[in-house]
C-alpha cells in the first residue's frame, strides 16, 4: 500500500470532516488515484470510482469494497442521470516550492 504524504493526510482528513457522516449514498469518486477516499467513503457507502491512471489503480486502497473503473470522463455514460447521489472530485496537488518574485 502506499504511505500518503502528511500534507496529503491532513487535506483528506480536513475535506472527510467538511463532508460530514455520509452513509447509505450512492457516491461517484472522479479521478479516484489511489483510490484513498473512495476506500474511506465505501465504508458505509456504494461507491464506483473512475481513475484514468492505470498505475495509479494498480496502488489503490482496497480495505473496503468499492467498484473500480479504469478511464476517462468517457466512462461517464455508462451511467442513467442521476445514477449517484453524490459525485466527489478531489484534486491532489503536491505543494510547490516557495518562490521569490521581483516586483518592480
Not at 489503490?60 to 476517462?72: C, E, F, K, L
Request: aromatic share 8%; net charge negative; proline share 4%.
Amino acid at each position: 500500500m502506499t504511505e500518503l504524504q502528511p500534507w496529503e493526510c491532513l487535506m483528506k482528513r480536513i475535506v472527510w470532516k467538511q463532508l460530514g457522516d455520509i452513509r447509505d449514498k450512492k457516491i461517484l469518486d472522479f479521478g479516484s488515484g489511489i483510490g484513498v477516499t473512495a476506500n474511506y467513503l465505501a465504508e458505509h457507502n456504494d461507491v464506483t470510482a473512475i481513475e484514468p491512471d492505470e498505475d495509479s489503480v494498480k496502488e489503490r486502497w482496497a480495505d473496503n469494497q468499492y467498484t473500480q473503473i479504469i478511464g476517462s470522463a468517457n466512462e461517464l455514460r455508462r451511467f442513467a442521470d442521476e445514477s449517484f447521489d453524490m459525485i466527489i472530485m478531489i484534486q491532489r496537488r503536491k505543494p510547490r516550492p516557495f518562490a521569490r518574485t521581483s516586483e518592480g
